[in-house]
């Protein structure tokens, strides 16, 4: 089992940038691939980015393409999201999340964080 902490989010202008952390419990950070997911208010909660185990590979929604980039250290146990170029549309809760499963296989992120607010203002 694993225990996710997020932090980082808070209160940006619009074209700013926030890198959003997320502390993981444990000695087998490692053996777990992460993912960043959100949740806008009056929205269902969706997928952002996942990376694999190494970090060697990653996969982002369309949406977030080119905008966002995740990555990992395994020595310090933690995932980031560093997200640039920010818009109002991306104001959410943002979650992370991990999976002893395939990396690309949201369906099986069963370990889940309390959130971090992200508000993006225009």
């Known amino acids: 089992q694993v225990q996710l902490v997020e932090s980082g989010g808070g209160l940006v202008q619009a074209g700013g940038s926030l890198r959003l952390s997320c502390a993981a419990s444990?000695?087998?950070?490692?053996?777990?691939?992460m993912g960043w997911f959100r949740q806008a208010p009056g929205k269902e909660r969706e997928f952002v980015a996942t990376?694999?185990?190494?970090?060697?590979?990653?996969s982002y929604a369309d949406s977030v393409k080119g905008q966002f980039t995740i990555s990992r250290d395994n020595a310090k146990n933690t995932v980031y999201l560093q997200m640039n170029s920010l818009k109002p549309e991306d104001t959410a809760v943002y979650y992370c999340?991990?999976?002893?499963?395939?990396?690309?296989?949201?369906?099986?992120?069963?370990?889940w964080g309390q959130g971090t607010q992200v508000t993006v203002s225009s």
């Open positions: 999340a991990a999976t002893s499963g395939l990396y690309y296989v949201l369906k099986t992120y069963d370990f």
């Open positions: 444990g000695r087998t950070f490692s053996s777990y691939a």
């Open positions: 990376i694999s185990r190494t970090g060697g590979s990653t």
